[in-house]
């Protein structure tokens, strides 16, 4: 299977990166031929974010 990766860099996005990982496993979902990777790359956030 070929392999997708997406990096995703964040800085304080503790409010948002919940729902964006939500919505990128339900993208990859609706495509089973595709395995992938999420990389999120942390800028050194003040708050929660990784």
Known sequence: MPL???VTG???EEGNIVD???RIRQQF???P???YEHIL???AST???V
């Open 4 to 6: 997708v990766s997406v």
């Open 33 to 35: 031929g595709y395995d």
């Open 29 to 31: 979902a609706q495509l």
């Open 20 to 22: 964006l990982v939500a």
């Open 41 to 43: 790359i942390d800028n």
């Open 10 to 12: 964040c800085y304080n």
């Open 47 to 49: 708050d929660a974010t």
